[in-house]
């Protein structure tokens, strides 16, 4: 079975300081992670993978094997970052893949 | 691109009724999601469908809840009869065929929130 833990329901920050979503992982595979956005009033939406290895609107994401971890950094917060993150892992391939999103925490970054 | 759509937006019931949403995905699509979400969760799956058959519907309480996407484009989810703590959020969400790059992101529709009183 897989699981995503995300410990925190809710993160306040100040705007400028740094951001640190945490999320774990418990898979026998090979995981992909992801990080999905919901911003007020606004869908979800796909942030950024792991596989990509790449910097969305200045955050990133580095998988972790060994502690299992998968945890979503930005150097400085923005009042625009305020919204709800949910970490995800998908397994499969083809047609059948499957996604398990964690519970998500609530960043809130405080002018 | 038009996004994944959803009706209707906001549904209120009596336990024991009956509800029924609608989804529209991306054109193209061929994998079509279902998610459950209730308040202070993430989303959870319901059912998978590929095209229009049935890939995985191991958390679809079935007692209760049926989908169907007959035609392999839009689907329907029902819930006959409701119950009180079926109350949440129903995402749709589609995805792109294939394992290349373009196949990896879910596109949700803006949910339906179902209140069960």
């Known amino acids: 079975a897989q699981r995503v833990t995300q410990p925190e329901k809710l993160l306040s920050v100040f705007k400028g300081a740094p951001v640190e979503l945490k999320c774990n992982y418990s898979?026998?595979?090979?995981?992909?992670l992801f990080w999905y956005v919901q911003y007020s009033r606004q869908r979800l939406q796909l942030l950024l993978r792991?596989?990509s290895r790449e910097s969305i609107k200045g955050f990133t994401a580095d998988l972790n094997k060994g502690e299992t971890s998968f945890h979503l950094k930005k150097p400085f917060a923005q009042e625009e970052d305020s919204a709800m993150y949910y970490c995800?892992?998908?397994?499969?391939?083809?047609?059948?893949?499957?996604?398990?999103f964690g519970i998500g925490t609530k960043l809130q970054v405080i002018p | 691109e038009a996004g994944v759509a959803q009706s209707p937006r906001y549904k209120i019931i009596e336990k024991r009724q009956s509800v029924a949403f609608w989804c529209n995905p991306i054109?193209?699509?061929?994998?079509l999601y279902w998610y459950q979400q209730i308040l202070g969760q993430g989303p959870k799956l319901l059912i998978q469908?590929?095209?229009?058959?049935?890939?995985?519907d191991s958390q679809l309480p079935k007692d209760r809840f049926s989908a169907e996407r007959l035609k392999g484009v839009d689907s329907t989810l029902k819930i006959q009869p409701a119950k009180l703590e079926d109350s949440a959020v129903y995402l749709c969400?589609?995805?792109?065929?294939?394992?290349?790059?373009?196949?990896?992101?879910?596109?949700f529709g803006p949910g339906t929130r179902l209140t069960v009183t």
């Open positions: 054109s193209g699509h061929a994998t």
């Open positions: 969400a589609s995805r792109q065929p294939g394992q290349g790059p373009s196949s990896y992101e879910q596109y």
């Open positions: 898979y026998s595979g090979s995981p992909e």
């Open positions: 469908f590929q095209n229009n058959g049935v890939v995985d």
């Open positions: 995800a892992l998908r397994s499969g391939s083809g047609g059948y893949q499957k996604v398990t």
């Open positions: 792991h596989i």
